[in-house]
């Protein structure tokens, strides 16, 4: 009975950010500039992030920046605000495509990621090439954007360094939410802080805009993690348990770490292949109806809340405001929470 | 008695090209910006790249950058011309530690490579983080600067997907050749160009110094394959050989495999675990004093031949020029072509 409500409030989550992106036609222009920076006479370099793009995705970042832009005002869309939302969805398809490598990852939105399909050498330079293309976008626009988009990345790299399963042991709640901060929510600051920045918003709108994104970008990873326990391969498009076999700091592992449960001490120490699978099924099942879960979802609503309490802060503070921008953005915090891959 | 000469020679050429670098004391400046720019609160992100600048390496980027600004007049040099150098630095640093994870390279400079010492996740996010870094740095010069870092990129990523083992049997010389220009000329000629733009210099001029920065790079990189064969493990820092290993399209191995040469055909098949080191062995042996490195080198100084008529012309072209950096500049060609690692 709860799970069949749930399901009907899902529908209607996603329902309504489906709603969300009909508001932003211009996605398709920024469609279109993501694919025009794969251009290369280099056949895999090319053929590599065409593959990632046609796996499909939520577009989350562009739909972000398209959405906050409109709702302090800006209408048009300005060419500004297109390149940026592209070069942070290609910043983003580079980081899937190495950390494919670096997790070593066969599955990717139900298909051969672009590493298992391609290998290592020419998914590396592909990540690299899309970082290239995405700097070029952002490098000419001005520098308070080249600073931030500089500082996201450092971040988002130094986030991912910071999961490597060499420092585990160490890791707290609050060392996962860094991790979470660093290598997800900063992107979406950076989305939001952009659209805000190229719309002439004021500094108090700004500063708004940056919380939200990043609130909304930390509620977004933590059930990201959530997920990776409570979802199915089905849904998932990639088999769930990966952040226990590899041994991630996500929030639900630090959660149930940290309360000296014994097994979850297996955590600490690398996978056993003889074991392993046994062990990520029982934990797995033990987590899914866990307070560990409960917990981080619990902790995901609570950046919600202040996503949303930033985000009201931000449509006040701007003189022009769009309500079905704004609506939509509710609508994504939503989605973020609510979301069932 | 032939090779006591090339001794001497060498001696003289590394002894000039040192003499070279006296000239630029700003070395000490962009490797500064270089360190600074290793800034980070997540350790691996700092120790790797401090890592790999301890294993030293021929800063030859900066220096023909800063040698090119001094040489069509620049005084004192400026702090875009000091980015921009430890920017190209950077870039070079972090295509080396993706190399060295595509090739799965052990060694570099005599000591482990930061892939063997940190593994695959630390050393594939360094690289991105110093990429970062480089385009922060050349961001924030203005669109003809962003515009060609952005271009050597591509090429230097494209470059390094065209070498991949997967398309060997399709090589010829010509494609080699391509490679080179894109995976090591490109860099060069970034280096000479963005040297003579910031400096003011004529149209004409920095056509020139684009010519002479890509001609050097191809002479550079033709060397570095002669090299791999001729070199021993003392002087090189590594294994020699390697390109025959990788199966790269080595300028030397495509010559031997063009030639027809039975032996050479197994350029085409992937290494055999038993036999591999045994057919290394042998092919080092005869490439050391066949046709094909001497056809390598002589086609190595017709490249350093044009970049010495292109320096020229740069040189004649510009108002004011520096004597000491145009010599300095010409002893770089002669160390390209005649340097023994």
Redesign the interface.
């Known amino acids: 009975m709860s799970s069949g409500t749930a399901t009907v409030n899902q529908k209607t989550t996603a329902e309504r950010f489906a709603e969300a992106l009909t508001l932003i036609p211009e996605l398709a222009d920024v469609e279109a500039i993501i694919r025009t920076s794969f251009q ?3 056949r ?2 090319k053929e590599i992030p065409d593959y990632l793009l046609s796996l499909g995705g939520k577009r989350i970042r562009p739909a972000l920046t398209l959405l906050c832009a409109k709702a302090v005002g800006m209408s048009p869309i300005t060419s500004e605000v297109l390149n940026v939302a592209a070069g942070i969805e290609l910043i983003h398809m ?1 980081t899937l495509m ?1 950390d494919d ?2 997790d070593q990852s066969p599955i990717r939105r139900h298909k051969q990621s672009p590493y298992a399909k391609f290998g ?3 998914t ?6 899309l ?3 995405a ?2 976008l ?3 626009l001005d ?1 308070t954007v ?2 931030h ?2 500082q996201a ?2 971040e988002l ?2 986030g ?3 999961e ?1 399963p060499l420092y585990l042991e160490s890791h707290t709640l609050e060392s996962s939410l860094t991790i979470a901060k660093r290598k997800t929510a900063s992107l979406f600051r950076l989305a939001a802080f952009c659209a805000g920045h190229l719309s002439g918003a004021p500094a108090a709108t700004l500063e708004a805009l940056s919380v939200f994104g990043e609130t909304l970008g930390i509620a977004f990873q933590i059930i990201d993690d959530v997920l990776d326990v409570t979802s199915n391969e089905a849904t998932l498009g990639k088999q769930p348990g990966l952040d226990i076999i590899e041994r991630k700091p996500s929030i639900v592992n630090v959660l149930w770490l940290s309360s000296g449960d014994a097994a979850a001490r297996k955590l600490l120490q690398p996978p056993v292949a003889e074991s392993e699978a046994a062990f990520a099924h029982k934990a797995l099942e033990m987590l899914q109806t866990s307070q560990y879960v409960a917990e981080a979802k619990q902790l995901a609503r609570s950046y919600g809340a202040r996503a949303t309490e930033s985000l009201n802060q931000a449509l006040t503070s701007t003189p022009q405001c769009s309500d079905g921008a704004s609506q939509a953005l509710y609508s994504v915090i939503d989605f973020a929470l609510e979301r069932l891959k």
Request: proline share 5%; with cysteine.
């Open positions: 290369s006479d280099v895999p370099m580079a190495h490598i670096i290592t050498p020419l590396l330079l592909s990540g690299d090439f970082l290239t293309r700097f070029g952002c490098a000419r520098d080249i600073a988009t500089e990345c450092i790299v130094e991912e360094a910071l490597t």
